[in-house]
């Protein structure tokens, strides 16, 4: 029995679409968001040896002003590129993109994706003052 020509058409854009786009991941990526113990620690030597990390060393090594009311949920992300400096990314409920050095806490980098919603504008009681990013 022949299929009607509307789903020839979609099983063939279907089919289409998941050579294209389901083998599209690169010898690096991976289907989390971070490792597998979701540490948000991607890459190279993590520096945290269990010696320094159980000793009166270990403790904060920097701190930094935000803005009134910003808020982070998500949670941050540590990279170490090949043969270079440690860095750490957080995002804010204000919808703003830092990144630092890790070792240092120098700002890199700041970027505002977007302006964030304000709470009493969409009613949602789950972030307090602006809604921005919050995600994992």
């Known amino acids: 029995m022949a299929l009607p020509l509307g789903s020839n058409l979609l099983i063939s854009f279907l089919l289409c679409f998941f050579i294209r786009y389901g083998f599209a991941l690169d010898a690096t990526d991976t ?3 971070a490792d597998i113990q979701q540490s ?12 320094v990390v159980g000793s009166s060393q270990f403790g904060v090594l920097w701190k930094i002003a935000t803005n009134e009311n910003e ?10 590129p090949t043969g270079g400096t440690q860095l750490l990314f957080m995002a ?10 890790a070792k ?3 700002l890199l980098n700041s970027r505002q994706l977007h302006t964030p919603f304000l709470q009493s504008d969409i009613g ?4 307090p ?5 919050g995600g994992n």
């Open 31 to 33: 289907w989390r968001d």
């Open 40 to 51: 948000s620690y991607i890459g190279g030597n993590n520096n945290m040896d269990p010696s």
């Open 71 to 80: 808020l982070f949920y998500a949670k941050p992300l540590v990279y170490t």
């Open 92 to 101: 804010s409920s204000q919808n703003i993109i830092r990144t630092f050095d």
């Open 104 to 106: 240092t806490g120098v």
């Open 124 to 127: 949602c009681t789950d972030m």
């Open 129 to 133: 003052n602006t809604i921005g990013y």
